[in-house]
């Protein structure tokens, strides 16, 4: 991909419409040719130049680590390449993955949205797209996970996601992740205040 990225070499004012990266399914009820939908990394960053959307979104779900990964390296060529660094990219969620979110953060990644598993149409993108806003920020969401939120490799498609604050030595699912490790509500949890600490 990276090679992609550099035999490009044609500037192009910002253009309309959307362009969305999503492996997982074809994004129906679309606009075209201004509203537009990809499968792969490189067709995307092919796209993304050519044609020079208002707004790209990339689509973070049931992909493998590895191609997460690619994804990522998507994310971080179009943030460097001179001819789309200045589009807004926005990545859809699946989960509320912390690390993968502060990846993306410090990719430059402008805009995040939990979707979970629906199908996207272009209503629903559209939607999505006009209501982005302050909470919608990469930072904003930061601040509301925990950040002794961990994440414990089990093979390439599957994670525990664990405490850090426990030592990793907790599993985190259901109310305790989604009310309270997941929300502000972290902040009065009492791992987060009083962080077990290691003895070695």
């Not at 390439?156 to 109310?175: I, K, P, Q």
Request: proline share 4%; with cysteine.
């Amino acid at each position: 991909m990276k090679k992609e990225a550099e035999v490009i070499d044609r500037p192009r004012s910002r253009g309309e419409g959307f362009l969305i990266c999503d492996p997982e399914g074809e994004a129906r009820g679309l606009n075209a040719p201004a509203e537009e939908w990809v499968s792969s990394p490189l067709r995307c960053l092919a796209r993304a130049v050519e044609n020079t959307p208002a707004i790209i979104l990339i689509r973070f779900g049931n992909q493998s680590l590895l191609e997460e990964e690619d994804l990522l390296e998507l994310v971080a060529i179009l943030k460097s390449n001179r001819h789309t660094r200045h589009i807004p990219v926005l990545a859809l969620f699946k989960g509320k993955h912390r690390q993968l979110i502060a990846k993306l953060h410090q990719l430059g990644v402008d805009y995040g949205h939990h979707v979970g598993a629906i199908t996207l149409g272009g209503e629903e993108i559209r939607a999505i797209i006009a209501g982005l806003g302050p909470d919608d920020s990469l930072a904003r969401q930061l601040d509301i996970l925990c950040p002794f939120l961990h994440y414990s490799r089990i093979d390439d498609g599957h994670e525990m996601t664990v405490c850090g604050a426990y030592l990793d030595r907790m599993v985190l699912g259901g109310r305790r992740l989604h009310e309270i490790c997941q929300t502000e509500d972290h902040l009065r949890c009492e791992f987060y205040l009083q962080p077990r600490r290691s003895q070695s």
